[in-house]
């Protein structure tokens, strides 16, 4: 008798590791740029036709608008595919610290253009209005006109901003606490060594960077921007986004050297027609000035007056948000619905339940199924004597 070899069960773990081993480097490889990506940022710019014949590193002078954040895309056109760059800073070597004295933290990554991480502060659970303070002291006496704040992804502008100048001594008013409806915050220009922010929030609260409108005689050069180009490869420059875009890009060149690049002219830049403002939740309300970024509001009704959307709000303070709640006005943290008509037992003043509504009903059924009983009964007995 024959026996047919089966294929080692060895062979099909190896080869399955193998495969996921693909699985996971075909992931790891998927960086292309996405339409989403794409629609955050306002502008764009192409460098094309750079007649080289090694990869060369290529300088680019930028022009950012005050109230986008410093976010850039690289893409080489042919595969879509986002490159590594070196974004430049604008200012000459300005000592500058930025610090949160409430909670004694350094927060100066604010002010590194990088947007890659944020400072967070938590909204009360209360409903209340709460504060941020952030201080800003430079090495020397600096002239600023504006502040501009960049917002981690789907977070809403705060309520109210308010800034101070001058040492601890000498503290005087900026600018007195106006309501935002722009992420840039306009001042007449001051000079000072340290500054203070003060911000009042209802909604989460979260900074990614903190762009500081210094005053022309602090710069060195527009800011510039580089990269590695390759032969016979066109490129797109994306900039001015109004959010923080996760674009994956392959390991990183040394681009911090000066030998060997190439400094290009400002290309002419274009609007971006697949912008499109971050709104989380679909609603047509722009993040930045939405009551309620998480849930789709387009009236952005707000009957307390508290800054938050009431569809975020939590009327009966039971743990469940209004748009959420079967019951927005009574305490009901099981949510319990006897009748299954959306509306809570503790505020449910309508019987839904058909036998609770109609109280012959039961009396009928039970005097239906005896019917019918009978009738078998009496078939079957006839059948019988058939």
């Known amino acids: 008798m024959k026996i047919k070899k089966s294929t080692p069960p060895l062979f099909f773990s190896v080869l399955g590791l193998c495969l996921i081993g693909y699985g996971v480097g075909a992931d790891e490889r998927q960086t292309s740029f996405t339409k989403k990506q794409e629609q955050a940022f306002q502008s764009m710019m192409e460098i094309n036709n750079l007649g080289i014949s090694v990869p060369t590193v290529v300088d680019v002078p930028m022009g950012f608008q005050r109230s986008a954040n410093n976010e850039v895309a690289v893409i080489r056109e042919k595969d879509q595919e986002p490159q590594p760059y070196l974004l430049l800073n604008e200012m000459e ?62 977070v809403a502008l705060p309520e109210t901003a308010q800034v101070e100048s001058g040492q601890k001594d000498s503290v005087k008013a900026v600018l007195v606490e106006k309501e935002l409806n722009s992420s840039v915050i306009n001042f007449p220009e001051t000079t000072s060594r340290r500054f203070v922010l003060k911000l009042s929030y209802i909604q989460p ?9 210094l005053s022309q005689g602090n710069f060195n050069e527009q800011p510039h921007l580089r990269f590695l180009a390759h032969p016979n490869n066109n490129y797109k420059i994306y900039f001015n986004a109004d959010r923080q875009v996760e674009a994956k890009t392959g390991e990183a060149p040394n681009l911090r050297k000066n030998q060997g690049v190439r400094h290009l002219s400002m290309p002419s830049s274009y609007a971006n027609q697949s912008y499109v403002k971050a709104d989380t939740d679909k609603d047509g309300v722009p993040d930045e000035i939405d009551n309620c970024v998480w849930i789709s509001n387009e009236d952005q009704v707000d009957v307390d007056k508290n800054g938050r959307g009431d569809a975020c709000d939590d009327f009966d303070r039971d743990g469940i948000i209004n748009s959420k709640d079967n019951c927005p006005d009574n305490v009901n943290r099981n949510q319990r619905d006897s ?46 004597k058939g």
Not at 111 to 140: H, L
């Open 339 to 384: 009748d299954l008509d959306g509306v809570g037992d503790a505020c449910d003043k309508k019987e839904n339940r058909a036998l609770q509504n109609q109280p012959w009903l039961p009396a009928a059924a039970i005097i239906t199924v005896f019917i019918v009983v009978g009738f078998l009964i009496f078939n079957t007995i006839r059948k019988t």
């Open 205 to 213: 609260l979260r900074l990614a960077g903190l762009k500081l409108g």
């Open 93 to 154: 070597d300005i000592s500058v610290s930025i610090t949160d004295p409430v909670r004694q933290k350094d927060i100066s990554f604010l002010v590194d253009n990088q947007n890659q991480k944020y400072v967070e502060y938590p909204a009360s659970k209360n409903g209340n209005k709460k504060r941020a303070q952030i201080e800003i002291t430079f090495d020397k006496f600096r002239s600023m006109s504006s502040l501009t704040l960049m917002l981690a992804k789907h």
